[in-house]
């Protein structure tokens, strides 16, 4: 869906505050009200001011805005970048790609705040709230204890939206898997009245690897290998996240095969497996011996690899 700018919709600054926004849509309503405007387009202008209104009068809204609108993807389209909301915390359940556009996609995120406020009664819990925190795929495997910063969208005494921060320890269990969500009892909105606070969810997401990428509990790495260990075979030792391990490259070996090491994914109930995907690696021939040695090994072998490709009828 392509990025609209709900600044430039109500005509006001990225800095405007809660009240500026307010004054700008009682304007542009009035102006662009199908019953009353003599507008051409004004049907289409009062349901623009309308959304953007819808956005930008929530601090909660407002900020993850400004954040996807901060990532790029303004002229290219609206796309988020992956994990571009961790680190927040939303009393709404979280970000949907799938929305039909970005009214629909904020609604989505945060219709849970609206619906928690018109069910409060005088002792009514609080509202949950929902994160996204980044661990390490490592922290699956041993556990750990991580310290987390979040930031909650609230407006300061000017109007404007903040940012304001908090910092949580958290417990990773071992066997935690990327969309997996970690629950904080008593860490969400406060209760009204004499009820019990709501609580925290926190969705896992893995780090960056250079290495390894995690599906589920499976766990993928690409491993570069010389010509002679895929023709001839040859047992190597690798890095695993949970250590090294002697892995057997079998004889004849392609590009592209996937050697599966079984229990080496991510811990749990049902163990992850570990798939090993081989990649042939060329050594440069960058000096006249080691262009020699191809010239040979062409003589040597009566093998052509296009051998199988017929040109289509």
Request: charged letters at 25%.
């Amino acid at each position: 869906m392509k990025f609209k700018d709900y600044y430039e919709a109500l005509g006001v600054p990225r800095l405007a505050t809660d009240e500026e926004i307010k004054i700008a849509y009682r304007k542009l309503a009035r102006k662009y009200h199908p019953d009353v405007s003599k507008e051409p387009d004004a049907e289409d202008r009062f349901k623009e001011v309308g959304e953007a209104y819808a956005v930008l009068k929530d601090p909660e809204k407002r900020a993850a805005y400004d954040q996807v609108g901060s990532q790029g993807g303004r002229d290219e389209g609206f796309t988020p970048p992956p994990n571009w909301d961790s680190g927040f915390e939303f009393s709404g359940s979280g970000f949907d790609p799938n929305a039909a556009n970005q009214r629909e996609l904020f609604e989505a995120m945060f219709g849970r705040q609206a619906r928690a406020r018109q069910q409060s009664n005088q002792n009514s819990k609080g509202t949950d709230h929902h994160a996204k925190v980044m661990i390490d795929l490592k922290d699956a495997y041993l556990g750990a204890k991580r310290s987390i910063s979040l930031q909650m969208p609230t407006y300061d005494t000017q109007g404007r939206v903040v940012l304001q921060e908090r910092k949580l320890d958290v417990s990773i269990p071992i066997g935690i898997h990327s969309g997996q969500h970690l629950r904080l009892a008593g860490q969400g909105a406060a209760g009204v009245g004499s009820g019990p606070a709501g609580d925290l969810y926190l969705e896992i997401a893995f780090n960056a690897n250079s290495l390894f990428r995690a599906d589920g509990r499976d766990v993928y790495m690409d491993l570069p290998i010389t010509p002679w260990e895929a023709a001839l075979g040859e047992t190597v030792n690798i890095k695993t996240p949970d250590g090294q391990v002697d892995l057997k490259i079998p004889a004849g070996t392609n590009s592209g095969r996937k050697l599966r090491l079984k229990g080496r994914g991510i811990p749990g109930k049902v163990v992850g497996d570990l798939y090993v995907e081989i990649v042939i690696a060329i050594p440069p021939a960058e000096t006249e011996a080691q262009k020699e040695a191809y010239r040979a090994m062409a003589k040597s072998f009566n093998f052509n690899p296009r051998s199988t490709i017929k040109e289509s009828s």
